[in-house]
């Protein structure tokens, strides 16, 4: 079964650094993702992608926060100076449409800015 | 705006009981509503999902949820509890583009 593979599983990072997490939606798919979870807390929406830029975006979502999707099956969530709070469990997902269609998840990465 | 309750952060049945996760919603428009399931150290699972077609929803696993637009409700049940069940629980609420209004997520245990 197609999946959401998500690397890496933990990154630990200082404050300040750049961080790159990295997703491969499913080959098919057109409409990327990116949400968080900080811990005890809800999942939230990041970013939507679709047809190589963003088409929307949350207020989480501000100037230290970027997107790519460099080649055609990577997608990347770029972090440029990290801060404690980003501290974060961070979901990639897919779909095939952007409407009404379920989004397939990774399993997640768990960011810890020290 | 869109929301979604999810009344219960923790919810706990003993095995072969019924399971009831409730879930309230709110929208401008007809949602389209989704039930996620996270177990331990894993992703987000789709159980089912609420498109505007059959308002009663079945899932994978025995699950399923009813659309109840007067009640503004998308409760999740499930006859016969097993200690598989045992996870995490997210009602969301589908906008355009993908984006996703989550619940706050109810902790189902299940005790043998």
């Known amino acids: 079964e197609p999946e959401v593979t998500q690397t890496p599983s933990h990154q630990v990072t200082q404050m300040g650094q750049e961080v790159i997490l990295r997703c491969v939606p499913i080959s098919n798919h057109l409409y990327f993702y990116w949400y968080r979870q900080i811990l005890g807390q809800k999942v939230e929406f990041l970013v939507s992608?679709?047809?190589?830029?963003?088409?929307?975006k949350s207020e989480i979502f501000d100037d230290q926060f970027s997107v790519e999707r460099p080649d055609g099956s990577n997608f990347t969530l770029k972090i440029r100076s990290t801060k404690l709070e980003d501290s974060a469990m961070y979901f990639c997902?897919?779909?095939?449409?952007?409407?009404?269609?379920?989004?397939?998840f990774g399993q997640g990465t768990r960011l810890t800015v020290v | 705006a869109q929301s979604v309750t999810q009344l219960d952060s923790h919810v706990s049945v003993s095995e072969g009981t019924p399971v009831l996760l409730r879930c309230n919603y709110s929208s401008s428009y007809s949602p389209s509503l989704f039930w996620y399931v996270q177990h331990p150290n894993k992703g987000l699972q789709l159980l089912l999902k609420?498109?505007?077609?059959?308002?009663l929803v079945k899932g994978i696993n025995g699950f399923e949820a009813e659309f109840k637009k007067s009640e503004t409700s998308f409760h999740l049940t499930k006859p016969s509890a097993h200690m598989s069940d045992a996870a995490e629980y997210f009602c969301?609420?589908?906008?355009?583009?993908?984006?996703?209004?989550f619940g706050k997520g109810t902790k189902l245990s299940v005790k043998p």
């Open positions: 609420y498109t505007s077609a059959a308002t």
């Open positions: 997902a897919s779909t095939s449409q952007g409407e009404r269609t379920e989004a397939f």
């Open positions: 969301v609420v589908g906008l355009g583009q993908g984006n996703l209004i």
């Open positions: 992608f679709y047809n190589n830029e963003i088409s929307e």
